[in-house]
């Protein structure tokens, strides 16, 4: 590794912590541009709880201060207690949250690789002909589909018309359907981006050597087509976790998963404030994580591309 | 030897002039040398070869019959969006209209049947509280498309001049703006619009009302809001990327020795050059605009109730979903064909535009 290529991934891992930063303040201030403030909850909220977030958040003191004692909770990964839900902790219900979403999240996530860079692949070889198009047109429809009616649509045949898989995702194999609507749009991008850079790559001088040394057709995709076609895939990676988070979110509510989504979007409608902070902070550093490491990977595993 | 003229007419070397060839031509041999084809401008030719991808072609056509129907169908249907068809003033409420199977009739229009009356037949049946359901259907559409135009221009107005100075301005401005749109590209967009249309729906609730805005929704202004505190950054990218290559022109540099002010160059040079560029990614912006505002929507962030949007209709009938798996099934399939043919013809409309572009 060069010191261009460090110098680059030093630039990205600062911008990465500034824009979580920027992330912790947009929330902070726009909560705070709630009338009544993010704490002063409705007739629900106890005089007891009320009293306790007052005092923890300093409610009485000037703004600024309130924002460092709040960054210093968040360093600690205290969000308080919830408005709603009583005597629980928002860090608790995020991390129970958690343990859910993640299984979901990167079976997802694994499914739509495989099956994503399988397709592609058949696609690209068998390029004009029947299945190609077939695939195409599949994955055109999937692309263009929203996750909540993709979901909404699987729910309605396989689990009611079908009766074949549960509709609640807290039941036993539950968690079938909505990873398979999770995986559905990422695994048609990567079928996309697998194909149209594996055409590319048979396309190459290289390629055409090792056809007239005599390698068999098989080894010349497996030892030279499909490592170099996988790049683009590479890059492909933080925006893929990014939608597999923002999709959990409609897809949870969906079905039924008792994850950190479903949590987030509930806090929302119940307007569960110091709930809807934690998780926005916790799933956004997550996204901004997983791009940073996407793109650090893709600069390490090709030398050739030159980012500014 | 001087006045011998006339035995050089015919000597090939001569330096005399055969003065035949000097006759006006005849209108026939005018027409003759006219150009074959008609001189033709990048437009022209542009909107000929998007014409003959049959795909974009068809999807363009899908667009304008939906915005169409949207714009046009709810000016004569009987019924209205918002109207409980069973709830007349001073008459009990009339439960037979309310979840009506398609091509059903409640009581009151059985009976105007039976009279010999013709009654509009509910195409997609009623929903939960006697409302037509295709109206509503329609109506929806024309709210997810105008949200989708409207989000797109604001996001064009925006990108566009903010992309033109840092493009135009260069050094401490440029990289001053493109700091900040480096920091917005990278905040996780859908969490940021969750959150800020959350909050700006509370906040705008209160001062909106009794204004002119109050009837647009605080939710649908919120989803402005965002849509122009958010997106413009991928615009502001590609327009400074364009001016920074096209500034360098020389064309640039004339009119600038001409005496041209930069605001001049930039509305005058700059941003008609980067017509094509502008165009495709306006035309792509909508979709996803679309796509947003639907997601926002089922959320219950989209659009005030009783007003319906495709993404409010398909959450509403997640409700019913055991029984009535139809009422999801209409705005999804209105949703999916809009988002497909959106981005099929802005494929189209980029391959055309843009022949150079490899995609």
Redesign the interface.
């Known amino acids: 590794m060069n010191t261009k290529t460090l110098m680059y991934i030093l630039k990205r891992i600062l911008?990465?912590a500034?824009?979580v930063w920027?992330?912790i303040t947009?929330?902070f201030f726009?909560?705070h541009?709630?009338?009544g403030g993010p704490f002063v909850g409705e007739k629900a909220v106890t005089a007891a709880v009320q009293a306790a977030m007052e005092a923890k958040y300093g409610l009485d003191k000037p703004l600024g201060e309130q924002y460092l004692t709040y960054l210093g909770d968040i360093v600690r990964l205290d969000f308080g207690p919830s408005l709603k839900s009583r005597g629980r902790e928002v860090s608790d219900m995020i991390f129970d949250g958690m343990r859910t979403s993640f299984k979901l999240g990167i079976i997802a996530a694994f499914i739509a690789l495989i099956f994503g860079v399988v397709f592609g692949a058949i696609a690209a070889l068998r390029r004009n002909k029947i299945i190609d198009r077939i695939i195409m047109i599949i994955t055109?429809?999937f692309?263009?589909?929203?996750s909540?009616?993709m979901g909404?649509?699987l729910?309605?045949v396989f689990s009611?018309?079908l009766g074949w898989l549960p509709a609640n995702g807290a039941q036993k194999n539950g968690l079938i359907l909505p990873i398979i609507t999770l995986s559905l749009y990422p695994m048609a991008y990567i079928t996309r981006l697998t194909r149209s850079s594996m055409l590319e790559v048979l396309g190459q001088d290289y390629i055409r050597t090792a056809k007239a040394k005599g390698v068999s057709g098989v080894k010349i995709i497996f030892g030279h087509a499909l490592k170099n076609s996988l790049i683009p895939v590479i890059t492909y990676f933080g925006p893929m976790l990014?939608y597999i988070?923002?999709g959990s979110?409609?897809v949870e509510?969906?079905f039924a998963v008792p994850g950190i989504g479903r949590a987030?979007?509930n806090s929302?409608?119940g307007?569960d404030y110091p709930l809807?902070m934690g998780t926005?902070i916790v799933?956004?550093t997550l996204?901004?994580i997983m791009?940073l490491i996407g793109d650090i990977m893709y600069k390490i595993v090709d030398p050739r591309i030159t980012l500014e | 030897m001087i006045g011998d003229i006339s035995d050089m007419d015919n000597k090939i070397l001569s330096a005399q002039v055969n003065m035949d060839d000097f006759i006006p031509a005849t209108e026939e041999e005018k027409e003759y040398m006219v150009q074959m084809r008609p001189s033709s401008t990048f437009f022209k030719d542009s909107v000929k070869r998007l014409l003959k991808n049959k795909v974009a072609t068809v999807c363009f056509f899908i667009i304008v019959l939906i915005t169409l129907a949207a714009i046009f169908v709810p000016m004569f249907w009987p019924y209205a969006y918002d109207q409980a068809l069973g709830v007349i003033p001073g008459k009990p409420v009339d439960n037979t209209f309310n979840d009506l199977a398609p091509f059903e009739y409640g009581k009151a229009e059985l009976k105007r049947i039976e009279k010999g009356e013709s009654v509009v037949p509910h195409i997609f049946g009623t929903d939960a509280q006697g409302r037509d359901y295709f109206i509503r259907v329609v109506y929806g559409t024309r709210i997810s498309l105008a949200v989708g135009f409207f989000a797109s221009i604001i996001v064009l107005i925006i990108g566009m001049t903010i992309g033109a100075i840092a493009g135009y301005a260069g050094g401490k401005v440029d990289l001053i703006i493109m700091r900040i749109v480096?920091?917005i590209y990278?905040?996780?967009d859908?969490?940021?619009v969750?959150?800020?249309s959350?909050?700006l729906k509370?906040?705008l609730e209160?001062t909106l009302e009794g204004t002119v805005l109050s009837k647009i929704g605080s939710n649908i202004i919120s989803l402005f809001i965002v849509f122009g505190v958010l997106y413009w950054v991928s615009m502001a990218r590609l327009i400074r990327g364009q001016i920074l290559s096209l500034r360098e022109q020389e064309y640039v540099l004339a009119s600038q020795a001409a005496g041209a002010k930069g605001k001049w160059i930039i509305l005058k040079h700059l941003i008609p050059n980067c017509f094509s560029v502008i165009v495709i990614s306006t035309a792509l912006q909508i979709?996803s605009a679309i796509?947003t505002e639907?997601?926002l929507s089922?959320?219950?962030?989209g659009v005030n109730a009783p007003m319906p949007s495709l993404?409010s209709l398909?959450?509403d009938?997640?409700n019913g979903?055991?029984s009535y798996?139809y009422r999801?099934?209409f705005p999804?399939l209105v949703?999916?064909l809009i988002?497909?043919s959106l981005?099929?013809f802005g494929d189209g409309l980029r391959d055309a535009f843009d022949p150079k572009l490899d995609t």
């Open positions: 911008l990465a500034v824009t920027v992330v947009v929330t726009v909560m541009a709630i009338p055109t429809a692309v263009s589909m929203p909540f009616i909404s649509l729910l309605v009611i018309k990014a988070v923002t979110l409609v509510q969906i987030f979007v929302i409608t307007r809807v926005t799933l956004a996204i901004v791009n | 480096d920091v990278s905040l996780p859908m969490l940021m969750i959150l800020l959350s909050v509370v906040v209160g979709p796509f639907s997601y089922f959320l219950g962030l993404g398909a959450s009938a997640l979903i055991n798996p999801l099934v999804a949703i999916s988002v497909l981005n099929l």
